[in-house]
């Protein structure tokens, strides 16, 4: 399985921990965007590591991430940007080798802590994969998939067609939602997978490269979307574009990879500098930051 690319599933016989004890996210129903002045956290990220089987991936990553903004994640191939990613909605807990380090903390609650039902996590905090991975469903059953293992109580009807409009697919879609997703455009896959995160009622959406297979048109209307949702959304995004970085986010960590070892062989991300999307782009503080999005490097 390629966690970068697929999504994860529960490993067979895994136990399945009760509700959590622990309130995860307060509603967010019907509050406005957050102002300049409040940038209220919703991600406090605390010397946070991941190594797999003992080697470490990245390390020392501390920062805010804030509501109802959009965070990119640049940098290098191998930095750790999705390993980073997958940290805050508890992915990587489905890969046995990989150890965590440090404190992802998500409105104020760690989300390791005790109490914490990974379950309920990615329920608030969704993910939105590489490549469009829609499922062998009907556009209909691939949004109504996550409400009705979760137990989702309302009108289904109603709960489709509210993330199709807000994915912004309803008009193309709504004369065939008995058809099979895979007879849609690649475009119009990825924004049914976003569609899908959004039936859960998240607060957060995180995106690993989501238009990486797209073309431009496909690409723009992705974008445009990001930035309608992020009224409503917080959204981390990792993408290797930096124009995309540019254009959408609103603040951006760029990670490098260091050699941590006399044979050059360890290789260990690590953020380099997080700023204003418009400082890291115009006047970064880091030779390294500027040598990357200027593209003398990388």
């Not at 924004?191 to 723009?220: F, H, K, N, Q, W």
Request: net charge negative.
């Amino acid at each position: 399985m390629d966690p970068e690319q697929t999504e994860p599933q529960q490993p067979p016989g895994a136990p399945r921990r009760a509700e959590a004890a622990v309130s995860i996210a307060p509603s967010l129903a019907g509050r406005p965007a957050a102002t300049a002045a409040s940038r209220e956290a919703v991600f406090r990220l605390i010397g946070v590591g991941v190594s797999y089987a003992g080697k470490p991936a990245v390390r020392d990553v501390s920062f805010d991430v804030h509501k109802h903004e959009i965070t990119a994640l640049i940098g290098p191939s191998g930095c750790g940007k999705s390993t980073l990613l997958r940290c805050l909605n508890r992915m990587n807990d489905l890969i046995l080798t990989a150890r965590v380090e440090g404190e992802v903390r998500y409105h104020d609650v760690d989300l390791y802590g005790p109490g914490v039902d990974p379950v309920q996590v990615r329920k608030k905090i969704g993910m939105v994969f590489q490549k469009p991975n829609p499922f062998p469903k009907s556009i209909y059953d691939n949004i109504a998939f996550g409400p009705r293992v979760l137990g989702m109580s309302g009108d289904m009807d109603e709960l489709v067609e509210g993330a199709l409009r807000r994915a912004a697919l309803w008009d193309e879609v709504k004369d065939r939602l008995k058809e099979n997703a895979y007879g849609m455009s690649g475009g119009q896959q990825q924004r049914l997978c976003i569609a899908r995160a959004l039936a859960t009622g998240p607060d957060v959406i995180l995106m690993d490269e989501p238009c990486s297979a797209l073309d431009p048109i496909a690409t723009a209307r992705i974008e445009d979307l990001m930035l309608d949702l992020k009224d409503r959304y917080s959204i981390v995004i990792v993408t290797h574009n930096m124009q995309q970085a540019a254009r959408v986010s609103d603040m951006t960590a760029f990670f490098t990879v260091e050699l941590d070892d006399a044979s050059g062989t360890q290789r260990t991300g690590r953020v380099v500098e997080y700023a204003p999307t418009e400082k890291i782009f115009t006047n970064p503080d880091d030779s390294r930051t500027e040598d990357y999005v200027t593209g003398k490097v990388g």
